[in-house]
């Protein structure tokens, strides 16, 4: 029996399967319904067309999309079914903001590639203290120029040894791959023959799926005792008395985290100037805790000022409602995942497009991000809902655009692909919103080559009414750091460390001034 799976159990899928006429396969494709099961100790796939007794296995001849939610069909489940059909493709997963591609072939993970941004190799690289944040600014302007891999310019310029960057590619593979086990819900596809391309990390021989279940199992059991601890992602952390042990003085990522905590910073901001994920910063946290050298700070009066300091958007009661309509219709709004959306290709064009008509373009490594779908020519992109399809969520954020606030746009949109990711159309609204809005951003006098400097005087401790995005930046302001170059040191999306900074500077707390 495939280890964690119950037989008799089944768990609902769909999928777009070859048609098919007179025993000859079609060109075209069509949608059906199936679900995953159990069958002689193996997991199947079959068509739920037919009673439970006629079930018909399709899974010898997959050659197919399958499509489904994490909500429905449990991460474990899926992998199995992977790993015992020996697959080869892709499974695709998007949940929130992020998208992660696992490569399969006969059944082993292959290659990944994540577009979470503390996920990303040159955040890995600092959040382990391999490089700097100058170091990998001055990379990431090469990258852009000559569209070389981030860490092949690292090792050229001197940065790394190749044979430390293999040793630490193979550590961003371990996070990119098990932090897919902490989405509890989530829209996956898995394209029968899906290759990784050049942005995805390789895996030497593979990984079995049952290795890569039973760690997946122990981080689950590590990030409940994580969160069991630190509830609050805004629960603010000081120091103790108790001094910092040599062994924890050794390890760079322990360290830096110790000297960020200083009793007015919470876990989310703590995790930003880690440059880390949640889980490897929380992990390191609990360690600190539970040998007492860092506390909570306790009191109503504490979590109260930190409620107020989440930066919530005025429109947050708005997205909330928006989140529970959009809940009730996600099952009818589900789409395929097409195979154009595996990998996100580079802009062929981007040279010849002019950046002031394009705005957007000053800023090409977002272009790059999977979760801006970049269609493969010749494949149909998902189609944008109509105005009379479009209702909660999605009606107000088209009403947003046609008065150009794409911020409230895109907020909108955010809640409406966190409740259900699989819904490319709405993902695709959201990449426009994405668009607009930077291109509104640049626009309005942030401009790449701008060096953001707080104001004489303005730049007071207190965090009242800021956001632990705008908490990071304002520790760059220093005159040492352009627009662009704050965009890549931000292990958040391009479009939110430009709203950011504008956020900043219609406060009056800092102002762009001219480069050197």
Known sequence: MTPFIAGGERWPIGCKRPSRRNGETLDSSVATEAYIYVQSGRIRVAAADGPPANDRPIDKALRMALYGNLAMVPLPQLLAWVGSSRRNGCLQIRHDKATTNLF?????????????????????????????????????????????????????????SSERLAREL?????????????WEDGAFAFIEGASPGTNSI???????????????TKRLEDRA???????????????????????????????????????????????????????????????????????????????EETASESGAHPEAGVRDQSTAEEGSRAENRREATTAAQVEVMRPS???????????????????LAADVTQQREGQPSAPIPSEGEATGGIERARLHFSREEYGEALDLLDAACLVDPGDAAVRQLRDHAQ????????????IPSRVPVVISGRGDPSKMGRSPTEEFLLKLCDGSWDVRSLTWVAAVRTVDTLRAIRALMDRGIIELREGP
Not at 438 to 444: A, L
Request: net charge negative; glycine share 10%; proline share 3%.
């Open 170 to 182: 193979s550590l961003k593979v371990e996070e990119t791959i098990l932090g897919v086990f902490e």
């Open 349 to 367: 064009a981007t040279s010849a497009v002019s950046t002031e008509d394009a705005p957007e373009l000053q800023f090409v490594h977002w272009l």
């Open 435 to 446: 668009r607009a809005l930077i291109r509104q951003i640049v626009g309005n006098g942030v």
């Open 104 to 160: 399969f072939h006969g059944g082993r993970i292959v290659a990944c590639s994540s577009d979470d941004p503390s996920k990303l190799l040159g955040q890995f690289l600092l959040y382990r203290g391999v490089i700097d944040e100058a170091g990998l600014c001055q990379a990431m302007a090469e990258q852009e120029v000559g569209g070389k891999l981030l860490g092949g310019i690292l090792v050229e310029k001197g940065k790394i």
């Open 202 to 216: 390789k895996i030497g021989d593979g990984i079995p799926v049952h290795e890569l279940i039973s760690r997946g």
């Open 225 to 303: 005792r994580i969160l069991s601890v630190f509830t609050d992602r805004r629960v603010r952390l000081k120091r103790t008395e108790k001094p910092l042990p040599q062994n924890l003085r050794e390890d760079w990522p322990t360290q830096r985290i110790y000297q960020s905590i200083d009793g007015k910073r919470s876990f989310e901001d703590i995790t930003l100037l880690a440059h880390g994920s949640e889980f490897l910063v929380g992990e390191r946290l609990l360690k600190l805790y539970e040998t007492g050298l860092i506390a909570t700070e306790d009191g109503d009066d504490a979590a």
